[in-house]
């Protein structure tokens, strides 16, 4: 059974950096196209990076230069390294086995 | 960027009855492969996005037979058969032929 399971989230001062993770089971990661998408409160899904299993990274403009997405073969898990976080950031995060299963997704809130 | 406009922004329909969601694509979603991608999500109340139909058409494991996606050139269509209590959500129309992956505004359907 395909499972992912994102944590890491919390709340973060502007400026700061945090650290997602996506944690995978029935599935290789490394074999895999993933990504990652984020909603913010009550608004629609926005896609934020993707990762293709050649290793291969796309950025939506809005987080280019400040997010990385990468992957751990051993650990079986995604990530998402975010720095200079801003408030407009501030969404559940979902990663998704593109196109099929997205985990349950992780709440970032960046605040002062 | 390929921009997708969703139809209606809500819909309130009596279990039962059919219903229908449109998703307009700004640019052809046909791949040189012949793959059309057009992909179609339910965000069920509180929960992460769930795969209905994927490649414009075709259904998803374990989805009711009562979903249907059909598309004619850059006009996407989401019928729903005969509207069940559980499909209450928001639905979302993606496309991945290009990055930006884009999502559409999502549509809202509610049980009357």
């Known amino acids: 059974e395909v499972q992912l399971v994102e944590s890491g989230g919390g709340l973060i001062q502007p400026g700061g950096s945090l650290r997602l993770s996506c944690a995978a089971s029935?599935?290789?990661?490394?074999?895999?196209?993933l990504s990652w998408v984020r909603q913010a409160p009550g608004k629609g899904l926005e896609w934020v990076s993707s990762?293709?299993?050649?290793?291969?990274?796309f950025y939506a403009d809005t987080v280019k230069g400040r997010f990385t997405i990468s992957r751990d073969k051993s650990r079986n898990t995604l990530y998402l390294q975010m720095s200079s976080l801003r408030a407009e950031d501030t969404a559940v995060y979902f990663c998704?086995?593109?196109?099929?299963?997205w985990g349950q997704g992780t709440l970032v809130t960046v605040s002062a | 960027d390929i921009v997708l406009t969703q139809t209606p922004l809500s819909l309130s329909v009596t279990p039962g009855q059919p219903a229908s969601i449109s998703c307009r694509s700004s640019q052809t979603l046909l791949h040189s492969d012949g793959t059309t991608y057009l992909y179609w999500y339910l965000q069920k109340p509180g929960q992460s996005p769930q795969l209905l139909i994927y490649e414009a058409s075709k259904r998803f494991s374990g989805v009711p037979d009562r979903f249907s996606g059909s598309d004619s050139g850059t006009d996407f269509t989401l019928k729903i058969s005969r509207v069940e209590a559980e499909d209450v959500g928001v639905y979302y129309c993606?496309?991945?032929?290009?990055?930006?992956?884009?999502f559409g505004g999502g549509t809202k359907v509610e049980i009357k």
């Open positions: 990762i293709y299993s050649s290793g291969t990274t």
């Open positions: 029935g599935f290789t990661v490394s074999s895999s196209y």
């Open positions: 993606m496309q991945s032929l290009q990055f930006p992956l884009t």
């Open positions: 998704a086995r593109w196109h099929d299963y």
